[in-house]
């Protein structure tokens, strides 16, 4: 993309509203534009992160055998009743009437309607198991919208159901999801912890969030120093074998990480005192095992092998898709800006030309360009007549992983510089090379 071709409408001044760091980052970098209250517009910037998160998101729940699907954000008040939930979510459901006096409310989350297309689709124990999953925007009147698209009221969320026949099954899509979910999260350049949490709303004893370590996390954390050495890696997982796929699950959930939710000091005590952190952290996700809680209420039943009727044995696993965008940010910038890891940068390459309007600075960022196009590596180009400082300083503010510099000093020598700007470390080499270096940094990702 050449940025006089773009839409990227950068803030000068920082925002007053603005609290934290990525909420300030995100308005700066026109990433953003809040429309009401919790309610955000996504700018091509900011749209362009948020569907890298996405399609993270879908080839790690693929990669574990989850099925994707979608469904609406407007739902029937109707389910809501099936389940005793309408009257217990209160004043965060947003509710609505149609034109015919009809209850619908604006989706919060959607165990009950996942349930109702189960119970109508699947009869038989032989169908399972199954877990489907979308990627759905979802709204919650929260009575304090804040940081941005931290706490929004509309959010997009990733939000998975499984649909087992026992409670051994049922556990194995827990870890299952789990394993995926910290995958997902190193993909992204990021550190998520899973800590033993309180359900809410959604119910069940079993379950876990996944916080990313940040001092303007909305919760207190407490944890084991050892917990954030573990790092899964490039191993290759095997979905369908459980034992393998506990075990991962079992070093990451015995050091001791639990939220103020649940947090028991006395066994935190017990720890050495090298390896007791409290810090704060910011929810990414949370997953959930709740059994029949969905299934009894709802009739989400199937036939065994003996042709009894039983309920089926239900868990569900939610990513914040768009809170993902500021918490990334939150783990990684600096006074300059965003600093993007390379698995989300919106452009993995910026191309700054530092002598706009000269012939030959003209004609080699042109083709560098096109070679960087042509290898996939989406670049974004600064084709401004604008002085080199102003260049930097955007490149710096929306945070490309990776600046090749071309002037026409450099030319003359056949050089042009590479930068990295989570190092500011600089080399020159040939266009050629910087090509094929940004190519081989980015294989995999
Ligand atoms: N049905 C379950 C799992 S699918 C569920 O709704 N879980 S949740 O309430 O924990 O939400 C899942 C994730 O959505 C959270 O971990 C958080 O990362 C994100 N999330 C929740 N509320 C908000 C919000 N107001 N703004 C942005 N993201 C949010």
């Given at each position: 993309m050449r940025l006089t071709q773009y839409f990227l409408p950068v803030l000068k001044e920082t925002p007053a509203e603005a609290q934290i760091a990525s909420h300030r980052l995100m308005l700066r970098a026109g990433m953003i534009r809040q429309a009401s209250a919790g309610i955000y517009s996504w700018l091509p910037l900011g749209y362009k992160v948020l569907r890298r998160i996405e399609t993270i998101v879908h080839e790690e729940?693929?990669?574990?055998?989850?099925?994707?699907?979608?469904?609406?954000?407007?739902?029937?008040?109707?389910?809501?009743?099936?389940?005793?939930?309408?009257?217990?979510?209160?004043?965060?459901?947003?509710?609505?009437?149609?034109?015919?006096?009809?209850?619908?409310?604006?989706?919060?989350?959607?165990?009950?309607?996942?349930?109702?297309?189960?119970?109508?689709?699947?009869?038989?124990?032989?169908?399972?198991?199954?877990?489907?999953?979308?990627?759905?925007?979802?709204?919650?009147?929260?009575i304090r919208p804040r940081f941005g698209v931290m706490r929004g009221r509309e959010f997009l969320m990733k939000d998975g159901y499984n649909f087992d026949l026992t409670k051994d099954d049922a556990l194995h899509a827990y870890n299952r999801h789990m394993v995926s979910y910290i995958r997902t999260y190193e993909r992204m350049g990021l550190k998520a912890i899973p800590m033993r949490a309180d359900s809410g709303p959604?119910?069940?004893?079993?379950?876990?969030?996944?916080?990313?370590?940040?001092?303007?996390?909305?919760?207190?954390?407490?944890?084991?120093?050892?917990?954030?050495?573990?790092?899964?890696?490039?191993?290759?997982?095997?979905?369908?074998?459980?034992e393998a796929v506990a075990a991962i699950c079992t070093d990451w959930t015995t050091p001791y990480a639990r939220t103020d939710e649940t947090h028991d000091p006395v066994l935190f005590a017990a720890l050495p005192e090298?390896?007791?952190?409290?810090?704060?952290?910011?929810?990414?996700?949370?997953?959930?095992?709740?059994?029949?809680?969905?299934?009894?209420?709802?009739?989400?039943?199937?036939?065994?092998?003996?042709?009894?009727?039983?309920?089926?044995?239900?868990?569900?696993?939610?990513?914040?898709?768009?809170?993902?965008?500021?918490?990334?940010?939150?783990?990684?910038?600096?006074?300059?800006?965003?600093?993007?890891?390379?698995?989300?940068a919106p452009f993995r390459v910026g191309l700054v030309n530092l002598r706009q309007g000269d012939g030959a600075t003209d004609a080699a960022c042109a083709s560098l360009y096109g070679e960087l196009r042509a290898a996939g590596l989406d670049p974004l180009y600064d084709d401004r007549d604008e002085r080199a400082g102003a260049k930097f300083a955007t490149m710096d503010l929306i945070g490309l992983p990776w600046r090749i510099t071309v002037g026409p000093r450099g030319l003359a020598a056949g050089k042009v510089e590479l930068t990295a700007r989570r190092s500011g470390e600089t080399e020159e080499m040939s266009p050629a090379e910087a090509v094929a270096r940004c190519t081989e940094i980015y294989r995999g990702h």
């Open positions: 729940q693929q990669r574990a055998g989850h099925i994707p699907m979608l469904m609406p954000t407007i739902q029937s008040a109707d389910l809501w009743r099936e389940s005793g939930r309408y009257d217990d979510y209160g004043e965060e459901m947003l509710r609505l009437r149609d034109r015919h006096d009809r209850e619908l409310l604006y989706g919060p989350t959607n165990e009950e309607l996942i349930t109702e297309i189960f119970r109508t689709g699947v009869a038989s124990y032989k169908e399972l198991p199954l877990t489907l999953y979308h990627i759905q925007w979802k709204f919650r009147d929260e959604i119910g069940g004893d079993n379950t876990h969030e996944f916080l990313v370590l940040a001092p303007t996390g909305e919760s207190g954390v407490y944890y084991d120093r050892a917990v954030t050495d573990l790092t899964l890696g490039e191993r290759a997982i095997d979905y369908g074998d459980r090298a390896r007791r952190v409290e810090g704060r952290g910011i929810e990414v996700g949370q997953i959930f095992y709740f059994g029949t809680k969905y299934s009894e209420p709802l009739k989400a039943l199937v036939s065994t092998e003996e042709g009894e009727r039983v309920p089926v044995h239900m868990g569900s696993h939610g990513i914040g898709v768009s809170r993902l965008v500021g918490a990334i940010i939150e783990a990684s910038h600096d006074d300059r800006g965003i600093v993007w890891p390379e698995g989300v």
